[in-house]
């Protein structure tokens, strides 16, 4: 159950844009993004509840595709402080309030 | 609290011993999850609470692992005969309820020698 992430990593020059994806073999709930730095805690993002919901947190952005069971993050004009692995979690309609991440992909945005 | 706090921030233990890692969640907050995260990896489901209720445990690698609620509010996840394999951060988020924010704590830095 738990979602799978791609790419594993990714390079950045400032001012780029990436994509993260998500994606779930069973039917969602919901999808939580979270970004964690080095040594810290996770820091939530936002959550994605309906198919077709999109948010914006600063220029980061998301979108649920609940047909597909997939989730896209999307860094836009990335900024130094992007950097730090992110983190998506579902809660799957078959296993009830259970949140859980997947590996993450780790951003590294350079000057 | 201001936010969720997990003490100890470090634990190194033997080979063998019992430990308790405590959580102490945001006041409110009926959800508490257990993660567990070992380096360059995500945080992987341990236990989830609901109030004072295990909702979902299927988490728990083993029975040296068990986690409790008492109270509905501070929660103690217990390792027995601990294992060199059990060295990770083990973190702890609470949420007000399902499909909320849940905010994280820093973490408990667990080894075991």
């Known amino acids: 159950q738990q979602p799978v992430q791609s790419p594993q990593a990714v390079i950045l020059r400032e001012g780029e844009d990436a994509v993260i994806n998500c994606s779930s073999s069973?039917?969602?709930?919901?999808v939580h993004w979270y970004r964690q730095k080095h040594g810290e805690a996770p820091v939530f993002l936002m959550i994605?509840?309906?198919?077709?919901e999109q948010k914006g947190h600063e220029k980061i952005s998301a979108s649920f595709n609940e047909k597909k069971q997939q989730s896209s993050l999307y860094l836009t004009a990335s900024q130094l402080s992007y950097s730090g692995t992110y983190f998506c979690g579902t809660r799957v309609k078959a296993a009830g309030n259970k949140l859980t991440f997947g590996g993450g992909t780790r951003v590294l945005v350079k000057p | 609290g201001a936010g969720v706090s997990q003490t100890p921030s470090n634990k190194v233990t033997e080979k063998g011993k019992y430990v308790e890692l405590r959580c102490d969640p945001i006041?409110?907050?009926?959800?508490l999850y257990w993660y567990r995260q070992s380096l360059g990896q995500g945080p992987e489901f341990l236990i989830y609470?609901?109030?004072?209720?295990?909702?979902?445990d299927s988490g728990l690698p083993n029975d040296r692992f068990f986690a409790v609620r008492p109270e509905g509010s501070v929660s103690t996840l217990k390792i027995q005969r601990t294992e060199r394999g059990d060295s990770a951060v083990y973190l702890c988020?609470?949420?007000?309820?399902?499909?909320?924010?849940?905010?994280f704590g820093q973490g408990t830095r667990l080894t075991v020698v």
């Open positions: 609470f609901q109030g004072t209720g295990a909702a979902d």
């Open positions: 006041s409110g907050h009926t959800a």
């Open positions: 988020a609470s949420s007000l309820g399902t499909n909320t924010e849940a905010f």
């Open positions: 069973k039917a969602l709930y919901s």
């Open positions: 994605l509840l309906k198919g077709g």
